[in-house]
């Protein structure tokens, strides 16, 4: 498939238009149709739909867009490594991978005091769930990930390093408004009677655990897409949540978290190649650890 077709596809579904696309891509709004087009004649489904406003992805075009975006990414760092070669540019970036609520959390501290540190070194972030991102230290694509030992766990592999950051204990997140906010640590079975949404599964195995612990049943009855997703199901007030103690810090501002009493905690790890390891990837261990938020009270 041409990439700058599926280049056309992701800048469409950003800016919500045809026309819009096509100005930005210096093209004409019919070439965009028609590369849009083909691509669903390939794919054989329809990736987009119009609407008042518009267009928009289809289901089937949202998970197309979430590919294609890592593809083009990919894309371009491998043309950049390339040309970085030919120009004779020494140094190699530095590609971290993440889990989300780590992406969102402890990386982005840790990095910028490794750039205070060391200097302009180039660097990607590449968010993913814990076992995805050791499958992509393995195959090269990634110098260090940031991973938790949540359910189902981390792989025994001889291949990576695994170092250990240290505890993250889990907090409820509830909305700003809700009886529980600012009383302190709480047990769940207090919460035993709220709807709780969860994003993936690790998670919500860790709160099954704990409030099974304490004699109670969670009501997971809402699942969410993402982090900002189950966020928004709180903050809005269809429900509360479990979320990682390393995650507060970049909270939006209409949700509040309280902690648990015996809370479950997950193990945070950075992997890394055993072969020829990034020459940054250790500082930027140390700085992970530095960056770790205090456990809540």
Known sequence: MDLNVWRAFVTVCRVGSLSAA?????????????QIAGLERQLGVTLMERHA??????????????????????ADRAVRAVRDVRDGVADRPLAIGATPSLAAGIVPEAVRNLLNQAGPVRWSLLPALSAQLHNRVIAGDLDIAVVTDA??????????????????????????????AGRGPVPVRALADQIWVEDNEGSAALLRQHAARAGVTARIDL???????????????????????????????????????DPPTRGLYTITPRREPHPWAAALHDQLVAAQVPRPR
């Open 223 to 261: 699942t969410a897409a993402d982090l900002p997703g189950k966020l928004a199901l709180v903050a809005t007030g269809h429900a509360i949540a479990l979320i990682p103690g390393a995650l507060t810090r970049a909270l939006r501002s209409d949700v509040v978290t309280v902690g648990l009493v």
């Open 22 to 34: 096509a100005a930005e891509l210096n093209h004409t709004q019919s070439a965009v149709s028609r």
């Open 151 to 180: 359910p189902p766990g981390l792989a025994a592999d001889p291949r990576v390093e695994r170092r250990f950051l240290g505890l993250d204990e889990m907090v409820a997140v509830l909305p700003a408004g809700h009886p529980r």
């Open 53 to 74: 406003r518009g267009v928009r992805p289809t289901p089937a075009g949202e998970v197309f867009r979430r590919h294609a975006l890592a593809t083009l990414t990919e």
